[in-house]
């Protein structure tokens, strides 16, 4: 029977063994130059006081290594409690972090380094100063750098706070058995208690606690995963390792190949730049992770775009493009179009106009990052895709020199021919809350005009006669007998002349759908208009 403490002595055994497996097969331990600003010396001993140390006063070596701590900080309440590094408690931390002062996770997280032998770890709320503004723009600009660097991630998905321990377990009962039919028939079952879950749930025991798990459904943690080159992962069920090329679960025998058909960002990108992948497929990547880091949850709306920052920095660097608030510039025209998704949109036209102007500023209307829970698309690489409109300038405003921090502004002029929409596209209902409208043409279900707004509607609305389509682009399809698809900006007037928010998208399939769209741009005039 499994104890319920992750540090068992045969759990540890079976971590070392993972590590020193997948450094001999799947990633070898080739020395890196790079460290991060500070870390925590946990020594080797428990009775050895931790400290935090700037990596510029510890003397590396080939054999010097360090931990990653991935996990969830909790609600705003546990974030204000965590215990932390500040500028005030600077000089303190470097002498000691006294264990009755550590929450659970960190106390975790040092007992656990110790345990597969590693002296160094980093931890963000320890490492970072979090009162110190300059000091968390240039740390966490380095974020993708520290796991990508990081020997291990450690990951709790047993937890939803700091102030909860991660290495315990939920408990194992024993159920004494014995037949009624047969009285030589007797044992026990084993069970062990696991939150209740949906009955759609992949039942293979990663994706099982991971599914369980606030872990994997927070933004921060997406970029964590994927940097990682190898991950050791404590979920309320099992304990579990993974990396690029391997995966295992407590109770498997040994590691065994992952199935999953994708690659990790650092495969991608090493492929990128060894030139063995053309950039549309870079650009089709990104929009994968975007699709993936969509729907998840962050405490602080301003964070959503740092905290894909990491990634962002590493496939700008293999792209060479300019980052636009979560978009390339290279890939401007595709990445307008993408959807969003969810029951979180605003319900009507006009609370969405107001929600735009009165929140707090994420992101321009044309990112994806100003809308919760998003699909981004992009088309399949066969297709040609033809400009109807042109950019004429684009930018954003950051908070600082790092483009891939937080954005405080950003427009993009495009030259374009602008239309009215139909009145017979917007047909609701009225009988429950949607983001689609759909035109089919003859009645053929293979020819339509299909509208997804950025709200939720449900009949005829206020201000939809003030909507206005911008067409964007055409797709040749390389089937003959298949009509281009046309796909469009939907836009709403912004309080100045010529100053749009985007609010959706609209595109056509067939060839009643593409000339029927096409027609709303015969008396089009082409003009520049500003999207903010």
Not at 119 to 139: G, N, P
Not at 371 to 393: A, F, K, Q
Not at 474 to 485: T, V
Request: proline fraction near 4%; hydrophobic fraction near 35%.
């Amino acid at each position: 029977m499994r104890d319920a403490s992750y540090l068992h002595p045969r759990n540890i055994r079976e971590m070392r063994q993972l590590l020193d497996h997948c450094t001999s097969t799947c990633h070898p331990d080739t020395p890196s130059s790079f460290m991060p600003t500070r870390l925590l010396d946990v020594g080797h001993e428990v009775s050895a006081l931790p400290r935090l140390v700037l990596s510029s006063k510890i003397r590396q070596t080939r054999q010097t290594k360090y931990a990653a701590l991935s996990y969830c900080w909790g609600s705003d309440e546990d974030a204000q409690s965590q215990f932390k590094t500040e500028k005030a408690s600077l000089t303190h931390r470097c002498a000691g972090l006294p264990k009755e002062l550590m929450t659970p996770t960190t106390n975790d997280a040092i007992a656990l380094a110790r345990a597969i032998g590693l002296r160094y770890l980093w931890i963000d709320a320890l490492c970072i100063i979090q009162d110190d503004k300059d000091d968390w723009l240039h740390e966490s600009s380095q974020m993708n750098l520290v796991y990508r660097h990081a020997f291990v991630t450690l990951c709790s998905l047993n937890s939803v706070s700091c102030h909860e321990s991660f290495l315990i377990r939920a408990p194992v009962l024993n159920i004494p058995f014995q037949s009624t039919i047969r009285e030589s028939t007797n044992g026990s079952y084993l069970i062990r208690l696991r939150p209740r879950s949906g009955d759609n749930l992949d039942r293979r025991m990663y994706m099982l606690d991971a599914a369980l798990s606030k872990w994997d459904k927070r933004c921060w943690t997406f970029q964590e995963k994927e940097m990682s080159t190898r991950l050791l992962l404590f979920g309320s069920l099992r304990m579990h390792f993974t990396c690029a090329r391997s995966r295992w679960s407590e109770g498997d025998e040994a590691p065994s190949d992952r199935s999953e058909s994708t690659v990790g960002v650092s495969e991608m990108i090493t492929r990128s730049k060894d030139r063995r992948i053309p950039s549309m497929e870079m650009y089709q990547y990104w929009y994968w992770l975007v699709f993936q880091y969509g729907h998840r949850s962050v405490t602080y709306d301003k964070d959503r775009l740092p905290a894909i920052a990491g990634l962002a920095r590493m496939i700008g660097e293999a792209l060479q493009d300019r980052y636009l608030a979560g978009l390339w510039k290279g890939d401007l025209h595709h990445g307008l179009t993408w959807q969003s998704r969810g029951y979180m949109l605003s319900r009507g036209l006009e609370a969405y106009i107001r929600d735009i102007k009165k929140r707090n500023y994420i992101a321009p209307s044309w990112s994806w990052a100003a809308c919760p829970n998003v699909i981004s698309m992009r088309h399949d690489y066969g297709t040609l895709v033809v400009e109807e409109s042109s950019i004429v300038d684009v930018n954003t405003d950051t908070h600082s020199d790092d483009l891939y921090g937080q954005v405080s502004g950003g427009f993009i002029r495009i030259r374009g021919k602008p239309a009215r929409i139909p009145d017979w596209l917007p047909n609701d209902d009225g009988t429950h809350w949607s983001q689609n409208w759909a035109h089919v043409g003859n009645d053929t279900y293979d020819s339509f005009t299909f509208g997804v707004t950025d709200w939720l509607h449900k009949e005829k609305e206020a201000g939809l006669e003030n909507l206005v389509v911008l067409l964007l682009y055409r797709i040749e399809n390389e089937a003959e007998a298949r009509a281009p698809d046309l796909w469009a900006l939907l836009l709403y007037p912004a309080d100045e002349l010529r100053n749009y928010y985007r609010v959706g998208v609209v595109y056509s399939a067939g060839y009643d759908g593409y000339k029927e769209m096409r027609k709303w741009f015969e008396d089009s005039e082409e003009e520049t208009i500003c999207i903010i």
